[in-house]
């Protein structure tokens, strides 16, 4: 399957509005008060859930574009990725603004004591380069190999954020969602490696 | 279903109460699933009728009683209490029971009783969380017995009024204000007298996150987060900061029972 120029167009929009979908959740939410006893915990968790959606879809489509053979998959993890960062940086907000009242010495100090928080907080510092560069023109100012390599932090932040999730639930004793992100995650990379390694062995001489 | 109960002034706090909805829908109450809102939907298949506690262990003569005599064992009040999560959340919730005390004179313990360990229903049948092995079933609790007879731990059947719902830990429950609520076991059908002090559900499962005591204690964080605040559920939020949590949360009467010990160490 190939999709023409405006078909592509048109896909892109829908999947704009699609992955607007979960911020409607949350404003409709809040707005009827539909968000249990608890809103604030519930919103916190609900756009860290979608950032980690979100990291998964953008790292999922290299593997589906060659597995599947579209190549037009491709012209959509730019979107999915500045998703992940929108829902991030939401919830990053979140947290500073409900759990810290935006004092930015009390959250500093949250971060230094608590591991799960910090790794949080890492993987989004992380993530704010590849946000930053994610236009056509910083790609041409960069050069593309410096682009690439930049856009590998995307390896660091994926195992981050599942750590950060893990250790957010370790608490409750409930790791069932936990490991299926990890091992979602371990497979996507795995992935990459194994198609490194083949086109590697497909280099050597025979 | 109405429970009567006259208020007792002597423990009811100012603070505005928590919306009976919130109380009764934002439940940790494994039993019924792990997500806060999964108890309003999935306890309706809990039986509280016929229902019978037994008291073992270290007494005179152990015996069961069933809940309609368990009811009438003392006089019911109302009592407003703080009520205050490990995770960090916390409600106003008016209670209705008697002092524990009123029980344990009734069980006689011997000489040889230190402890009180109390004991959750275990039933797949009416509890479909029991299938998951989240924790160690059934659910168990303890005290010592000094903290077990203190005036404030209420053996509670009702709230707002009315008898408790199911998620809430229908028909009886215990209530322990100044410690964090899951010391506060729900649905029991034993309460055993020990010499030894007994194992509890959570602190099996994370003995370096849930202690023995888990009174609150704003100079003691849980491992991975702060203990210093709180969420008061149904007021802070959007535009104020969380509130501080008190010692003991709020209640230094309970103070004395732990003179001389190291809180930090005996979290």
């Keep these: 399957m190939n999709l023409t120029a405006p078909q592509l167009s048109r896909l892109k929009v829908v999947v704009f509005l699609a992955a607007l979908i979960p911020l409607g959740h949350m404003l409709s939410g809040i707005l009827m008060e539909r968000l249990g006893a608890n809103p604030l915990e519930y919103l916190t968790r609900y756009s860290g859930d979608w950032a980690l959606y979100f990291l998964m879809m953008t790292l999922a489509v290299t593997p589906l574009r060659k597995l599947l053979q579209q190549p037009w998959l491709l012209r959509f993890r730019r979107m999915l990725g500045l998703y992940t960062f929108f829902y991030a940086a939401l919830h990053f907000l979140m947290f500073f603004w409900f759990d810290h009242f935006f004092d930015l010495q009390e959250m500093w100090a949250d971060v230094l004591k608590r591991p799960f928080i910090a790794v949080g907080l890492m993987a989004f510092c992380a993530l704010l380069p590849l946000a930053v560069t994610s236009h056509n023109g910083m790609i041409r100012r960069m050069g593309g190999k410096a682009w690439q390599r930049l856009h590998q932090l995307i390896y660091v932040i994926a195992p981050l954020a599942v750590l950060h999730y893990y250790w957010m639930k370790a608490g409750k004793h409930d790791l069932t969602r936990p490991y299926l992100f990890a091992s979602l995650v371990a497979a996507l990379l795995l992935y990459r490696v194994v198609v490194k390694w083949r086109e590697r062995a497909e280099r050597r001489p025979v | ?267």
Aim: aromatic share 12%; charged share 25%.
């Design chain 2, 1 to 267: 279903q109405k429970l009567v109960a006259s208020p007792n002034p002597a423990y009811a706090i100012l603070d505005k109460k928590t919306s009976q909805k919130d109380a009764t829908t934002y439940n940790n109450f494994y039993e019924f699933g792990t997500d806060k809102s999964e108890p309003a939907i999935m306890a309706g298949s809990l039986k509280t009728r016929p229902w019978t506690v037994s008291i073992e262990g270290e007494v005179k003569k152990p015996f069961v009683l069933d809940i309609d005599s368990l009811l009438k064992l003392a006089t019911l009040e109302e009592r407003i209490y703080r009520f205050r999560c490990v995770e960090g959340w916390s409600m106003v919730v008016p209670w209705i029971g008697y002092s524990l005390s009123h029980l344990i004179k009734k069980a006689e313990p011997t000489g040889n009783a230190k402890y009180i360990e109390f004991v959750t229903l275990d039933d797949k049948k009416q509890m479909p969380g029991v299938r998951s092995p989240v924790l160690d079933w059934p659910y168990t609790e303890g005290l010592r017995l000094d903290e077990a007879a203190h005036p404030l731990a209420l053996l509670t059947f009702g709230m707002y009024g009315e008898v408790l719902p199911n998620q809430n830990g229908a028909p009886v429950r215990m209530v322990l204000p100044w410690k964090y609520g899951f010391k506060s076991v729900k649905s029991i059908v034993k309460i055993r007298f020990t010499k030894e002090q007994p194992a509890t559900a959570w602190n099996k499962t994370a003995p370096r996150e849930y202690g023995f005591y888990s009174n609150v204690n704003p100079e003691v964080d849980h491992p991975r987060w702060s203990q210093a605040s709180e969420r008061r559920i149904g007021e802070d939020g959007l535009f104020a900061r969380k509130r501080k949590t008190l010692m003991f949360n709020g209640y230094p009467e309970v103070a004395s029972l732990y003179a001389g010990m190291d809180l930090k160490k005996f979290y």
